[in-house]
Structure formats: C-alpha cells, structure tokens
C-alpha cells in the first residue's frame, strides 16, 4: 500500500514535469498564432491578451493578400514536387544498388558519400552560382531543382540503403529464378515495400525544400519568382507591417509542415531511427 | 565458372548505370565544385569578368587585414562553444526524460518535437516577436519575475545569447529521437545487473548509459558542430549580422562578400578556410573518440 502511493506520488510530479516542458516548447508556436488572431491594438497591451476574444481570423486573409503569397506558394510547390520527383526515384534507385549489386569501388565510393553529409553547402556554393550564371540559369528554378535528380543526396540515400538491408535477399533470388532483371527487383519486388522508408525520405526532403533560404535567395531575384520564406523575408521590410501580420503570414507558411507532421509522424520517427542504426 | 563470371560483369555493370546518378551528381555538385573553390581562391574574380590569379593574396588578406573575418570566426567560435554542448546535453537530458514508458508519454514527446517541423525564416521572424525588448512576451514574463530584462538582439552583448537560447528550441527534435532510440537499444539486463552490484542512478548513467550510447553521442556531436558552424538564416533575418558585428557569422559574412559585394575569389577563399575548419574539427573529434566511444560488438 504505502509503496503503491509512494509511486503515484513520484509519477505525478514526473507528469507534473513533463507537462511544464511541453508547455515551453508550444508555447511559441501557440503564441504565434494567438498573436495572428488579434487586432493591431491589442498586440501591445500590457498585461498581453493570451486569447483574443472574438479572434480575429480575417487577419490571416489580409496579410496573406498584403504580398502575393499565393503566387509563393505556388512558386513554393512547383519547386517542392519536382524536387520530390528527383530525389524519390534516383535516391532509390542509387541506394539499391549499393545495397544490393557487387561492383567494383562500392564500399568505398558508399563510404567518401557518407563524407559529403559532413560538407557545409557553402564550400561548394560559389562555382555553382558561377555555372548556372553561365548557363543562364539565374532566376531560374534550375539550380534548385537539377542537384535533386543526382541521387537526391548522401543522408537519403543511406537511409534507403539501410532499409533495403532489412528486407530479406531471398526476395531478390527467388525474382532472379523467375527471369526478373535487377531493374525489375528494383521497381516491382523492392520498392513496394520500401514505402515507409520512402515516406520518410519524402517528409525530410518536404521540409528541407520548404523552409530553405540560403539557396533561393542566391538565385532568385525576381520577386514573382519568390518562394514563401523569400516572400516571407521581404514581407518583413514592408512599411507598416504589423506583428499580427507578420506571425499570420508565418504561421501560414509553417503550415503544411505542422500539418504533415501531426499525419505522417510515425515515418519521422522512423527514418530518423533507421539513419541512426549501426551497420 | 563462366557464367558464374558473366553474371557478375552483369550485376557490375547495373551496379554502376544505376548508381551513375549519384556518381555524376557527386562529381558535378561535390567533388568539382571543391576543386573549383579551391582553384578560385586563388583569383580575383567578379562577375562579368574573367578570374585572375592572384595566388595567396586573398588568404593573405583575410589573415593579415580582414577584421571582419576575424570577427566572424570569433562570434561562431563563441556561438558554437555554447550550442554544441548546451544542445547536445539538452537533448540527451530530454531523450532520457522521454525515456519512460507512461501512459500517454508519445503526447509529450510530439509536444517537444514540434519545433523541429518549423524553421527557416518563419521561426527566426517568431524569435524576433518573443525576443522584442518592450512588446515581446519574453522580456514580459521576466519583468514579472522581478528579473533583468535585456534589450536581446539590440544590445550586442546579448545578441548572441538569444540566438543561443533559440536554438535550445530544438532539443527536443531529431538529436533528441536519435538519443532516445539509443537509449530504448541498451539491455535491460545491463542495468539489471549494475543493480544486483549496488548502483544508484548516476553510476548506471556513467557506467551503462553514456557508454552503450557513446557511438550516437559522437554522431550527434559531430554533426552540431557542422551545423552550428553554418549559421545563416537567423542572423539574415533576425540583426543583419548587428548591432556593431556581434551576429556577424561566418557564412552571413561569406554569404556578403559572394553575393552583396561580387567578391568571388576572395569569398572561395573563405569557403575553402571553412571547409578546412570543419574538416580538422571532425577529425579531431574522430581521434579523440578512441578515448571514451565503446562499440559494442
């Protein structure tokens, strides 16, 4: 008895605990939003307004129409799909052959990719604006979208080798019997049950492609051309942008991320888990 | 034994056409430009004119009379020696906390993991409203418990510790999933018999623990130090490298001399000096870990 209630006690304060830091770290996001949600006089207010009452909801339309976020955010996903394309087929098609077929420098060359997860993009960043400059390729979305259709990069192309590695070699053998070619094992016994792998993969290069800055702001100068965090940024130096306008406007951008994450969590964990795996 | 060979030449063969994606894309978006910043760093070059070669004048410079540079590896050394570790322990501390198998504890690691969906530019425009000096809530909750309110990204003292203390938002995001599926990995057994031996919490934490996860903690410190090194966005976003160059990072600062003064060769040179910084921090990192990293198995 005595140590049963001894247990409640320690697991209520863990709670108790646990509660307080997860309030911490949604705060901000909640505070986002509630700070979107109130007219332009109550943002100021001292003590500050924690929900707006009524809330404003039509704030959101007006700073979404200050800017066209809506050509943004086409722009945006013009440039996330075709990127999805590019890094869903090669990554896979890449990481089956180191997981899969003997060559000739395999291991090695898996090892030297393993290296470019560990190079910072900037150290190849300028004879790349100089290439594509040369090409005419600036204010194009180009050079956002071509390095995608090259493997799709070291991180995802380990994780679907590690998850090829999971399913057993039997599969391979037994299509081999049957007159499948290594591009058939590929496309019709391996893929279909690489997808939560490629979920993963997906999600990751969503929410890389989504928020990055660095590379859009290089080569994209023309503002019809903007993506949504480029927009973003150039909403800020607006005259007479409020705050309330500025966290509707993120919040909105944030949202297809939030969004898939809250659907698609179980494959988050997943991929991360897998990449973390020891050989 | 013919055939045998000849399926092999095969195998080889789709081996390397279905891997050729990424080994043109390795030569052409890695290996090339590496060589090509190298090679330019050597020149003088702006846009519409060809690359001169001037040899070590632009290391030269950098070393003997750029303040600024020196500026900026100052403000990401300082802001790296303070992330890496407050990060990576931060993130530790929170995988064990998560650790637990209680009911309803996937609500409170999804809470936690929530910063890590958003970034960029949103965030950093987030950061700027909670920091803001007299509006911001921040400054509004530390007045209320009688605490010193700073004026954070407009006071150069402070304005890396906000930065710092923004980044901590994401402990519990990837770092954090990766520690705690190290964590679920370690035997029971282990602790079991750490117990029947007499050992409080701690000794089962610096016998068991930190050792059975080590591989992963040099992982995640490897990588932070790579990351933290590639500040950016929030010193774009958030104080233009201000106030007086206490946010000047050192990729904010190549990212000005590339793209706002179209100093090329000058700007291959700090990447390349990036590169090289990086390159000697892991391998410092890798040798070191002989030390206290233990591989099971």
Redesign the interface.
């Given at each position: 008895m005595k140590k049963k209630e001894f247990s409640y006690i320690v697991?209520s304060i863990?709670?108790i605990?646990?509660?307080l830091?997860?309030?911490i770290?949604?705060f901000?996001?909640f505070?986002?939003v509630t700070?979107a949600l109130k007219p332009t006089k109550d943002?100021?207010k001292?003590?500050?307004v924690w929900l707006p009452k009524p809330p404003h909801w039509e704030i959101f339309r007006e700073a979404w129409h200050k800017r066209p976020f809506n050509l943004y955010l086409k722009n945006s996903l013009i440039i996330v799909t075709l990127d999805l394309v590019g890094v869903l087929f090669?990554?896979s098609?890449?990481a089956?052959?180191?997981a899969r077929?003997?060559?000739?420098g395999?291991d090695i060359?898996f090892l030297?990719?393993l290296c470019?997860?560990?190079?910072?993009?900037?150290?190849?960043?300028?004879?790349?604006?100089?290439i594509f400059?040369r090409l005419g390729m600036v204010n194009t979305y180009y050079p956002l979208v071509l390095?995608s259709?090259?493997?799709g990069g070291a991180f995802n192309?380990f994780l679907l080798r590690q998850y090829y590695k999971t399913l057993p070699t039997d599969l391979d053998d037994a299509a081999r019997i049957d007159g499948c070619?290594?591009?058939h094992i590929?496309w019709q016994i391996l893929l279909p049950l690489m997808k939560p792998a490629l979920a993963a993969v997906a999600i990751f290069t969503f929410?890389g492609q989504w928020?990055?800055?660095?590379i859009p702001?290089?080569y994209l100068n023309d503002e019809r051309k903007f993506t949504l965090?480029?927009g973003?940024?150039a909403f800020?130096y607006e005259f007479e942008v409020s705050?309330n306008h500025?966290?509707a406007a993120?919040?909105l951008?944030?949202l297809p991320?939030?969004v898939?994450?809250?659907i698609a969590?179980k494959f988050?964990?997943q991929g991360?888990?897998l990449?973390?795996l020891?050989e | 034994m013919k055939k045998a060979s000849r399926l092999m030449v095969k195998e080889a063969r789709d081996g390397y056409l279905f891997a050729s994606p990424w080994i043109i894309g390795f030569i052409l978006f890695y290996l090339g430009p590496i060589l090509a910043t190298l090679f330019l760093s050597f020149t003088e070059y702006k846009i519409p004119l060809t690359p001169k070669w001037i040899g070590l004048e632009n290391y030269y410079s950098l070393f003997m009379k750029d303040v600024q540079f020196k500026v900026s590896l100052y403000n990401t050394a300082y802001y790296t020696i303070f992330v890496v570790p407050l990060s990576i322990c931060g993130s530790l501390a929170m995988a064990m906390l998560m650790n637990k198998n209680l009911r309803g504890i996937t609500v409170y690691r999804t809470a936690v993991y929530l910063p890590a969906v958003t970034s960029g530019v949103a965030v950093a425009l987030l950061w700027m409203w909670l920091l803001n000096p007299s509006m911001g809530i921040i400054n509004y909750v530390l007045g209320k418990l009688g605490l010193p309110q700073p004026l954070w990204l407009q006071d150069e003292k402070w304005a890396k510790p906000a930065l710092i203390i923004m980044q901590l938002y994401y402990i519990g995001g990837n770092t954090m999933v990766v520690f705690l599926s190290g964590l679920q990995g370690v035997p029971q057994s282990l602790y079991e018999a750490a117990e029947i031996d007499g050992a409080n919490w701690w000794h089962k934490f610096r016998h068991v623990t930190i050792p059975m996860i080590s591989p992963i903690i040099l992982f995640n410190l490897i990588m932070a130090v790579i990351n933290s090194f590639q500040v950016f966005t929030q010193a774009f976003v958030m104080t233009q490298g201000g106030p007086n160059n206490s946010t000047m990072f050192y990729v904010y600062y190549l990212y000005n001399v590339a793209f706002w003064w179209g100093r090329l060769g000058y700007a291959a040179a700090l990447a390349w000096i990036l590169f090289v910084i990086v390159f000697i921090l892991t391998v410092i990192q890798l040798k070191l870990s002989g030390r206290w990293v233990y591989y099971a198995g």
């Open positions: 697991n863990y709670y605990v646990l509660t830091i997860a309030v770290f949604v901000p996001t505070w986002m700070t943002i100021f001292i003590p500050p090669t990554s098609l890449v089956y052959s180191f077929l003997r060559w000739p395999r060359f030297i990719t470019t997860l560990m190079l910072p993009s900037q150290v190849t960043i300028i004879p790349l604006f100089i400059n390095p259709f090259f493997g192309i070619n290594n591009f590929y929410m928020n990055s800055f660095l702001l290089i965090p480029l973003l940024s800020r705050w500025l966290m993120s919040f951008t944030l991320c939030i898939i994450f809250f969590q988050f964990i991360i888990t990449t973390g020891k | -």
